[in-house]
């Protein structure tokens, strides 16, 4: 049986830091200049700025009839580096600190070795003030990574793309992850 996982919990994880962070922007906005216009969301950190996250994911399975469960906890740097370039991307480094993992298959813990071998990998990211990912480069081989689109699910699984307009006070936007 083959599985492929999209890091939900990544996603859900970077989802909801990304909302709450244009939460705290539109409100704080909103609180010192309530009548005002409506604001644009956009990705745009300082030059510089490191932001460190913990994740976890768990990719629940059952092989001819034996449940299994595989977990991953994964420390990450997201380091913002030059500013917008000619095309209006900026350039964000995703770089994999520790990567830890266990399976639980019958009731026992088992070790487990992913098949991806992220730690100790950064992967190099361009991406739009809208959240849209212009191109990503892992900057080594990382083994266990089969093709450009596996890694494509895996820095697609840290970012949340922004409403193309405006939002006001009482407004809302959703995106699926």
Known sequence: MSTSARFGAVRVFAASAAIAFCVLVVCGSLSSTEGQAPVKLAFSLPEGTVLPYESFNQIDQNYSGTDVSMNQ???????YGSGPDSTGASRVDLKYLEVKASLVQGGQLRDWSPPIKLEGATIRIMIMPT???VRFDPGRN????????EL???VDAWFVRFPDGEIAVGQSWTEEI
């Open 73 to 79: 906890t994964s420390k990450v740097e997201m380091a």
């Open 131 to 133: 959240g849209d990912i």
């Open 152 to 154: 494509r699910e895996l």
């Open 142 to 149: 990382i083994p266990g990574l089969s093709s450009a689109e």
